[in-house]
């Protein structure tokens, strides 16, 4: 089977894992910040909602690791969220640093040129919600915008409900194995992207994906080796940690 013509592509081979990897802490725009100074110009970032339906970024679903809260986060409003110290846990340089919600970040990105993957993390049980939400809320905020952001997430309901809203808006499946029917399902979803667990990718995976018309990204790639396997099978992009490693340009 030949590969379709895929239409022009408009965001960076490189991602930037939830802002500056592990150099910052993660899903802040302390993070964001740190990542473009080392030249990143796409991110990656988690996004679910409170209890009181705003946006915000944060990779569990409860707030130890990660915060100075405890319990559930989408059990909170925001204005306790918006309290918490998001940064100490990594060291006292980071001290103080909030919670952002997704409008910040994308004031970020839109303000200086930068391109953003949002993976919809919704709370459990809430995944059509939040991929209403936060669909809804980036088409408001990207409206005009010559590259909208990518909606990735691993629950099919979030990209769904993500489809059902802003039918506009690039979404990308994630995958952490190939599961019966997976790019099935990633074109029943109207997906631009398949996104996978980057050992996942082969020649033959990759040319399924893109005999469908479908680009192929990759998670989490941190190893040289890694990264050179995955350009050398002509894949589209990968997101890392390692923004100290590799260079975006």
């Not at 990735?152 to 990209?159: G, N, V």
Request: with cysteine; glycine share 10%.
């Amino acid at each position: 089977m030949n590969a379709r013509k895929l239409p022009a592509w408009p965001y960076p081979f490189w991602i930037a894992h939830r802002g500056a990897g592990r150099l910052a802490p993660e899903n802040t725009l302390a993070a964001f910040r740190l990542g473009a100074q080392h030249g990143w110009r796409m991110f990656e970032c988690d996004a679910k909602l409170s209890s009181d339906g705003v946006v915000f970024l944060l990779h569990d679903a409860t707030l130890e690791r990660t915060t100075d809260g405890a319990g559930s986060a989408g059990a909170r409003p925001w204005g306790e969220l918006a309290q918490l110290d998001a940064g100490s846990w990594l060291g006292r340089a980071w001290a103080g640093e909030p919670i952002p919600t997704l409008a910040s970040v994308a004031r970020f990105c839109l303000r200086n040129g930068y391109h953003l993957d949002i993976e919809i993390k919704p709370t459990p049980g809430l995944e059509a919600a939040t991929g209403h939400a936060v669909a809804a809320l980036a088409a408001r905020l990207w409206q005009g915008a010559a590259a909208p952001p990518l909606l990735t997430s691993f629950q099919p309901a979030a990209l769904a409900a993500a489809a059902q809203t802003a039918p506009q808006l690039p979404r990308g499946l994630l995958l952490d194995a190939l599961r019966d029917g997976w790019l099935e399902q990633a074109r029943q979803l109207g997906c631009v992207a398949v996104v996978c667990q980057h050992a996942l990718w082969d020649a033959g995976t990759v040319g399924q994906v893109r005999a469908a018309g479908l680009r192929a990204l990759s998670y989490t790639v941190n190893d040289e080796w890694a990264a050179e396997r995955l350009i050398r099978l002509g894949t589209d992009g990968v997101v890392t940690d390692r923004v100290d490693l590799f260079s975006p340009a």
